[in-house]
């Protein structure tokens, strides 16, 4: 019995020494004062099986993901338990593989939002976890933050993280370049998967029209039954150009771009990413 104590207990030690060491790997590198365009690699490390259904399901401070097999069985089925913040809820979770671990593990950068309304710098949290639930790392808070891209650079993983700052009536925006203690994965054709969601550099068209708009544009967006976000509208600069309370009663929304100078837009929903065309 007292062995098994003593195994148990080195294993927690273990476990802790290893999370620290990944932790002491993921480091701030350099801050732009503004946004920044990676046009080299991006990482190709697939985060799912081929062939494959997934979906993801949040409930309160825990992600449900499902993955099923192409003849629609059920391949896995876990939940993932995250830390409980007083006044922020979670919005979005971001799953990825093999960039911040070594091992085949899921790594869940989770978006944090708070419940107030306050629409203050500390409106957004920014969080890694590990699949057990262990925080890898936190980015901090900022009136929006999101995960941009996971490049290569010098044959290492970069994490790129955009900040979005309102004060005093004046947007600002600053990009975080971290190292990120996982293998580079080369795609011949140089695509993305795992944890880019919000890549502003490399996104396909999505269902806004009439795309290009002149007048007005319709946006469709999709969030959870009863629930409540934000749709925010950028230019590619990653300017914030206004913001949009949306719930769930409705699935789109109008937008007057008469204002709008031409050129291409970007807007954001619970961290989905989609362009439109003002000419």
């Known amino acids: 019995?007292?062995?098994?104590?003593?195994?148990?207990?080195?294993?927690?030690?273990?476990?802790?020494?290893?999370?620290?060491?990944?932790?002491?790997?993921?480091?701030?590198?350099?801050?732009?004062?503004?946004?920044?365009?990676?046009?080299?690699?991006?990482?190709?490390?697939?985060?799912?099986?081929d062939d494959s259904y997934v979906m993801g399901t949040i409930n309160n401070d825990s992600y449900n993901l499902k993955i099923y097999n192409s003849d629609y069985s059920l391949s896995s089925n876990n939940t993932y338990n995250f830390s409980t913040f007083q006044d922020y809820r979670i919005q979005t979770v971001t799953v990825s593989k093999k960039v911040f671990n070594?091992?085949?593990?899921?790594?869940?950068?989770v978006t944090y939002i708070k419940t107030d309304n306050s629409f203050d710098n500390t409106n957004y949290k920014l969080i890694l976890f590990d699949s057990n639930g262990n925080v890898l790392k936190d980015f901090g808070t900022a009136y929006n933050i999101f995960p941009s891209t996971v490049h290569i650079a010098n044959n290492n993983l970069?994490?790129?993280?955009?900040?979005?700052?309102?004060?005093?009536?004046?947007?600002?925006?600053?990009?975080?370049?971290?190292?990120?203690?996982?293998?580079p994965q080369y795609n011949d054709d140089n695509s993305t998967s795992g944890l880019i969601q919000n890549n502003f550099d490399n996104l396909e068209d999505g269902y806004a029209y009439p795309n290009p708009a002149t007048l007005s544009i319709t946006l469709p967006y999709s969030i959870n039954e009863g629930s409540i976000s934000t749709m925010n509208i950028f230019d590619t600069s990653g300017k914030l150009m206004e913001s949009k309370t949306i719930d769930s009663r409705f699935n789109q929304i109008n937008l007057n771009v008469t204002n709008y100078t031409s050129g291409t837009y970007f807007y954001v929903v619970n961290g989905v990413s989609k362009k439109f065309i003002v000419e």
């Open 1 to 49: 019995m007292k062995k098994n104590v003593k195994n148990l207990i080195l294993a927690g030690i273990f476990a802790f020494t290893c999370s620290n060491l990944l932790i002491s790997q993921i480091t701030l590198e350099h801050t732009f004062n503004g946004t920044v365009t990676w046009t080299g690699n991006y990482n190709g490390e697939k985060v799912y099986p």
């Open 102 to 109: 070594t091992d085949d593990s899921f790594e869940l950068m």
């Open 158 to 183: 970069k994490l790129m993280i955009r900040k979005i700052f309102f004060s005093n009536s004046v947007t600002s925006y600053e990009t975080e370049i971290y190292s990120a203690p996982g293998t």
